[in-house]
């Protein structure tokens, strides 16, 4: 029998044929640079397409058998180094009898957006259960050649499409929500941090080894504010979800522009650092007092060059990724559907190859 937490059984840690990952989320000693991809599950591939089908994502993602295949693709077509649950930040909102759909070219939509209360109550009754296909995806995947990353959205991105109603630029509605309604403000951070943490918590009892949270819009957030009315329920989430997953890598990606931001959060429980491309990574690491692993920070525009520039691109990264406590390499924000496949398995095979080949030459003691 394994350990018993809140008088639930948890099942054992995985053993994964590949754990460069979870070993480099640890600051172990690794042979070579690891690589996933933010949104890898292939728009750009045309196999995605035909598992898909015509389903939209939510549809397709509670479909068991689809979703493992689709989790499992950018391991076999590009050999990437971890898989990602296929499901959305939204996944748990639409779960919570929220009407969310995906409109091609648009995203996420979510009519009617949150006004009041009793949406709150409907988010405080949510429980994991009512995703058990998320369960049952990661559960099928305990066999899995490399680790999986579970995930949700933070507190302050989903509270941005739940008040927005969908994408936004400006934030507005989500800004006066803290600017003039703080109480309110309140209570829907509150219970998404609640929720985010059972819904976690959830997937790494189903098997998940990683555990990232994506805070994608953060960035549109002066310090100030971000310190005031967002931080504070990052802080208690990761502390929840250390609590209660005290051997899970916990990763934070506070998204698109978020440099400025990186001081403040050098505090957090967190093992992992997201870092996108507009800070170079020595200095997010200076930024953030050498605290985390940094994943990054690759431009996913620059697979539109051609294979020498993207090369080139690709060196700089990993040459900053050493002056860094540890790095995992990534792109700094998701692939887009235009990405060509054959490129991105270019640049994943140059990562492993070039990041091997630096590290054995640092062995060595000589320079790379
Ligand atoms: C902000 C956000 C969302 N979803 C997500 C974020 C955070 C990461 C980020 O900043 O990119 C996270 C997400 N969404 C999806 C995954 C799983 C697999 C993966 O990473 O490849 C993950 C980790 C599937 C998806 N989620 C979505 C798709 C594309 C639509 C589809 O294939 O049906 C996928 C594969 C739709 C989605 N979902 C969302 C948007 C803005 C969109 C549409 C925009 C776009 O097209 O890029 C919300």
Redesign the pocket.
Known sequence: MGPKRGGEEIPPPNRRRNDLFVRAARREAVERVPVWY??????YDPLYHAL?GER??LTASRDVETAVRITLLPVDRLGVDAA???????TPIAGAGFDVR?IEGK??VIDPPVRGDEDVARLRAFAPERVSFVGEILSALRDAPVPVIG?A?APF?VASYLLEGG?TREFRRTKAAYLSAPAFWHELLEALVDLTVDYLTYQARSGADVLML?D??VGALSPWDYEQYVLPYVRRLFQGLRRENPGHVLVY?P?VSSGELLPLLSDLSVDVLGVDWRVPLSEAAVRTRGRFVLQGNYDPSWLLAPENLLEAYAERVLEEGEQTPGHIFNVG??L?PEVDLGKLKHLTDFVRTTSAARRRAQAKGGSP
Do not use: C, E, N, V
């Open positions: 933010m949104r890898q599950a292939g728009r898909k939209d994502l990602i649950l296929y499901a959305d930040i939204l995906f995203g996420p995930f959205g991105t994408a994506f994608s819009w990606y998204g924000h998701g887009f």
